[in-house]
């Protein structure tokens, strides 16, 4: 079987990707029996293009979704999905909350029925997204972005991640009844997406004095304007509105920053605490050995890191997303205890720390949210479909696997050893991995986060080697979908080693040029 979490806005904020600030002991027990991609990016940091992109194992340049505004199948190519692939297979494939991107993006009805085995189920209190459920300082309900809610007092006494939960348990109790067919189940999470809507208890482990701001909040002085993003989502939010940040450069005052990390580390807590569920209930289904469990962002988020917010650019911050890949039988043999998966409730515990000293194996290799159906293909020992003619970019994950299997046999007396950090980075993967961002001009303007297809003027394409990350902004043509690396209009390059936020663009030095022209190439 497959359980495959995806994660809305879900950047490695989580204790097992060493970002000790935020509680995710869930996340975290998963990791220790999985293999942990430290360098795994997406290809579009927004929600829509990026789905389309995994889910189809093909780049937005090919499925020619940029935007919200179109379906593959008519758009682009009728090409076969991760899940279809695997009902067409014979597995039960089945979505629960935000898989594919909801609207016609997925045809409105998450193409259904070509990729799932029955019609995806959507947690009815979605719908409150953009309604004024939150109350207020002034006893009243608003559209606020920091939300949290007393459960029992929200619309149906429930949120949507926990009615999703509730159902992803009754389906997995199901599936126990006939074990005759394998299954596909994809799990996808809306928290910690925005509006940051969860139980007001998550908020209590996280104390406001402790929360730590972006440790490069500016925006960096040699930054090109195109890659900013002004963060309109986030500014229609009444809490924000209230406060008349200015177009499009803000700055967000210091302590709504801090709120803002505060609220997002209680939804990632939150949606861990979802996770911890279903994966119980896995693990009391008899479930847990043998299901592979994917679990990942749609893409990153930034909390001021470059003065941003959001999403919506081509930084570190928002193309790097957690990947976990639990292998029962392979990544889950060297800490084994009776049990692989108990639920962790940290309200009960009132945040203590559960440490998993013990740490999966991981990986430094760089890796695409592309690479994984293929990867999964191979694990279910199901047809790895062919690869896409044009697409020079023709790996999956399993070679990285199959080397660790060697190294693992090598490794195996270690087992019982849980101070040990396995580490296998020696492998050689990909090279480069990349992403892009569309803009509809040079300098922020209010559809800069979202342009319409038709409105595409430019497109950033950026480049994540091991030391680098270097990115061109150039003229596109979005009625042929044309990008002319002719026209440059801004770069930007960027050296990991010495600058890991991305601070110091030196893509216009001259000492550069040389390497600037070779990464061009
Ligand atoms: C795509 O292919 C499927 C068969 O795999 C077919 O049922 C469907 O109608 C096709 N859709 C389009 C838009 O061509
Ligand atoms: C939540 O709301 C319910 C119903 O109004 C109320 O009984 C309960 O005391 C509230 N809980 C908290 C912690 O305020
Ligand atoms: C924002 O502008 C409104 C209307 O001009 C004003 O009433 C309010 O005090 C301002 N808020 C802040 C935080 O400056
Ligand atoms: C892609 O992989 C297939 C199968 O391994 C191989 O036949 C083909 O030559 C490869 N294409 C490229 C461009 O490397
Ligand atoms: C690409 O840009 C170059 C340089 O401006 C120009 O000469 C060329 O015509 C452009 N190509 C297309 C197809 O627009």
């Known amino acids: 079987n497959v359980l495959f979490f995806i994660i809305d806005d879900l950047r490695p904020?989580?204790?097992?990707?060493?970002?000790?600030?935020?509680?995710?002991?869930?996340?975290?027990?998963l990791a220790s029996h999985s293999v942990k991609f430290m360098n795994a990016h997406v290809q579009q940091t927004v929600c829509g293009p990026s789905r389309t992109s995994f889910l189809t194992s093909r780049r937005p340049d090919t499925t020619r979704l940029y935007d919200f505004g179109s379906y593959w199948r008519n758009h682009a190519g009728n090409y076969t999905s991760l899940p279809q692939h695997f009902k067409e297979n014979g597995y039960f494939t089945y979505s629960i909350g935000k898989v594919f991107h909801p609207g016609i993006c997925s045809n409105y009805n998450d193409d259904y029925p070509l990729s799932w085995s029955k019609p995806a189920y959507h947690p009815p209190t979605q719908q409150y997204k953009m309604k004024p459920v939150c109350p207020g300082a002034d006893g009243k309900l608003h559209m606020n972005l920091l939300c949290p809610v007393n459960v029992s007092t929200q619309p149906e006494h429930s949120l949507p991640d926990i009615q999703s939960t509730e159902h992803a348990l009754q389906m997995i109790k199901s599936f126990s009844m006939d074990k005759t067919q394998p299954f596909f189940l994809a799990v996808g999470f809306h928290k910690p997406h925005i509006p940051y809507k969860f139980p007001e208890e998550y908020l209590d482990l996280y104390p406001l004095s402790e929360i730590d701001l972006a440790p490069n909040p500016f925006i960096p002085p040699d930054l090109p304007l195109v890659a900013f993003s002004p963060y309109t989502q986030m500014r229609i939010r009444e809490d924000v509105a209230a406060l008349n940040l200015?177009?499009?450069?803000?700055?967000?005052?210091t302590e709504f920053q801090r709120k803002i990390r505060q609220h997002y580390y209680s939804s990632v807590t939150y949606t861990d605490s979802m996770v911890g569920k279903v994966l119980q209930q896995l693990e009391d289904s008899g479930f847990a050995d043998d299901t592979i469990i994917v679990l990942m962002g749609d893409h990153g988020w930034s909390l001021g890191e470059h003065g941003d917010w959001c999403k919506y650019e081509n930084f570190e911050v928002v193309t790097r997303v957690p990947l976990l890949v639990h292998i029962p039988g392979m990544t889950d043999a060297y800490h084994r205890k009776a049990s692989k998966f108990n639920y962790i409730d940290l309200l009960k515990t009132r945040g203590n720390k559960i440490a998993f000293s013990a740490s999966g194996p991981h990986s430094n290799g760089l890796v695409e949210a592309v690479d994984l159906y293929p990867t999964?293909?191979?694990?279910?020992?199901?047809?790895?479909?062919?690869?896409?003619p044009e697409n020079p970019f023709n790996v999956s994950l399993n070679q990285w696997l199959r080397n660790a299997k060697k190294i693992r046999k090598k490794y195996l007396f270690l087992e019982y050893d849980n101070s040990f950090f396995l580490t296998i980075s020696a492998v050689s993967w990909k090279s480069a991995v990349f992403s892009q961002y569309p803009r509809p001009s040079d300098y922020p303007q209010?559809?800069?986060?979202?342009?319409?297809?038709?409105?595409?003027?430019?497109?950033?394409?950026?480049?994540?080697?091991?030391?680098?990350?270097?990115?061109?902004?150039?003229t596109f043509d979005p009625v042929h979908f044309f990008a002319n690396f002719s026209q440059i209009h801004a770069r930007e390059l960027y050296l990991r080693d010495s600058d890991p936020l991305e601070i110091y663009n030196v893509a216009n030095l001259e000492m550069y040029s040389g390497l600037v022209s070779k990464l061009h190439t």
């Open 446 to 474: 209010e559809n800069t986060d979202l342009p319409n297809l038709k409105d595409i003027r430019i497109m950033g394409y950026t480049m994540r080697t091991h030391h680098h990350r270097f990115t061109e902004w150039v």
């Open 246 to 253: 200015s177009f499009p450069f803000g700055p967000i005052p």
């Open 13 to 29: 904020a989580l204790g097992c990707y060493d970002y000790p600030k935020v509680l995710s002991p869930n996340i975290d027990q």
């Open 376 to 388: 999964l293909a191979e694990l279910a020992q199901i047809p790895i479909p062919p690869t896409c």
